[in-house]
């Protein structure tokens, strides 16, 4: 659709992401190529457990479903601090924690997302059917952003990538405008060969039209003029440079930007990899990619600011110590090398 991210309105407004496809040149254009998005009468949902039957396979939850590894702390989602490697079993993790009233948000390729709430719904008990026929929206305990969590069911054959998704989350923990996953994966409990993660933060959309107040877009073009737009822009450059110094790439860059705020969160990250020090030529070529892709999303208009912003960045971290987050490495010279020469040259 024109001007559209791939998302859908739901009472209440609840969306952590939707996978974005390709943008045309003027950035106008998001076309649907990794997610499908289904209306209430092409999903099959049960009682419970709940189930969704969906084009790449099925999907099914009781609520609550126990997850193994993550906890609330002061407040927060966050991945415990005892939970063993992520070659460990699940079930020997110390802590689980429940959630709630599970809602399908999308699905492609690597698997099926669906948001849930860590708070138990006061409906819960009182509704004899599953989420088609749920209690009107004012009876719906209205928790913040921060009590929701995404889950992400893999297929059979996507298993890796989905593993491997939490692995670089993990190492982008520290890296801003990035989504989390909290604990390690978990085995998918009704079909042997798949797995669970666990994401956040979820992106709240408050309306479906990415071009208002509260919606979400995959486009800076989109976001409103002003201080707006040089947030994202900021946002482009610190997450980029964020990957690079903790050595990680994707060439399927994927961003969500909230259209009157400018705030942006990179998704989807199972073709993510890792790079080494020093470059090998495959892993130079990718980082060429990956930049490349990131120029992308800056408007003509904006050049000059994302310009100053990734001079900004590179003069904290070309040496250890003399960064923001001192717990990240430095930059790696070719890595600069190769930032300089495409952003300086490019924009």
Same mark, same amino acid.
């Given at each position: ?9 739901r ?16 950035g ?5 190529t ?7 009468s ?11 039957n969906?084009?790449n ?7 609550p ?18 939970s ?5 079993s699940?079930?020997s ?18 698997g099926a ?7 138990? *719904? ?8 599953g989420?088609?026929?749920?209690a009107?929206t ?16 893999s ?5 890796s990538?989905?593993?491997? %998704?939490?692995d670089i989350l993990?190492?982008? %923990? ?5 989504e ?6 978990n ?10 993660i ?13 071009l ?10 989109n976001?409103?003029r ?20 903790v050595?990680?790439y994707t ?6 930007v909230?259209?009157?705020?400018? %705030? ?5 990250f ?9 470059l090998?030529?495959?892993?130079e ?6 930049c490349?892709?990131m120029?992308?999303?800056? *408007? ?5 600011v994302?310009?100053e912003?990734?001079?900004? %960045?590179l ?22 090398d ?6 300086m040259?490019?924009?």
């Amino acid at each position: 659709n024109k001007n559209d991210i791939l998302a859908f309105k739901r009472e209440p407004h609840r969306h952590r992401y939707q996978d974005v496809g390709d943008v045309d040149n003027d950035g106008a254009t998001v076309t649907a190529t990794t997610t499908t998005l289904l209306s209430s009468s092409e999903v099959s949902t049960g009682n419970s457990p709940y189930s969704w039957n969906l084009p790449n396979g099925n999907v099914r939850f009781e609520s609550p479903l126990s997850f193994a590894g993550i906890e609330v702390r002061d407040g927060r989602l966050k991945s415990d601090p005892a939970s063993p490697p992520p070659s460990s079993s699940p079930s020997s993790m110390p802590s689980s924690i429940s959630l709630w009233d599970p809602t399908f948000l999308g699905s492609g390729g690597s698997g099926a997302v669906f948001s849930f709430s860590t708070s138990r *719904p006061n409906y819960f008990n009182s509704q004899p059917s599953g989420p088609k026929d749920a209690a009107p929206t004012e009876n719906r305990v209205d928790d913040d952003d921060d009590d929701m969590v995404a889950i992400k069911v893999s297929w059979k054959r996507s298993r890796s990538s989905v593993e491997n %998704e939490c692995d670089i989350l993990h190492s982008l %923990e520290n890296v801003p405008h990035v989504e989390r996953c909290l604990g390690v994966p978990n085995a998918y409990p009704y079909e042997e060969g798949r797995v669970m993660i666990a994401l956040a933060p979820v992106v709240v959309a408050k309306s479906s039209d990415p071009l208002s107040d509260g919606g979400i877009t995959s486009s800076l073009n989109n976001v409103r003029r002003g201080a707006p737009q040089r947030n994202a822009v900021r946002g482009v450059v610190e997450a980029m440079v964020g990957m690079l110094r903790v050595g990680v790439y994707t060439l399927d860059v994927q961003p969500l930007v909230m259209a009157d705020t400018g %705030e942006v969160m990179f998704i989807d990250f199972t073709e993510a990899k890792h790079f080494s020090d020093p470059l090998t030529p495959s892993d130079e070529s990718s980082l060429v990619g990956f930049c490349s892709e990131m120029i992308a999303l800056i *408007p003509d208009a904006l050049s000059d600011v994302a310009v100053e912003d990734l001079v900004t %960045e590179l003069n904290g971290v070309r040496v250890s110590g003399s960064s923001r987050n001192d717990e990240m490495p430095p930059l790696p010279e070719k890595v600069v090398d190769i930032l300089e020469n495409m952003w300086m040259d490019t924009l």
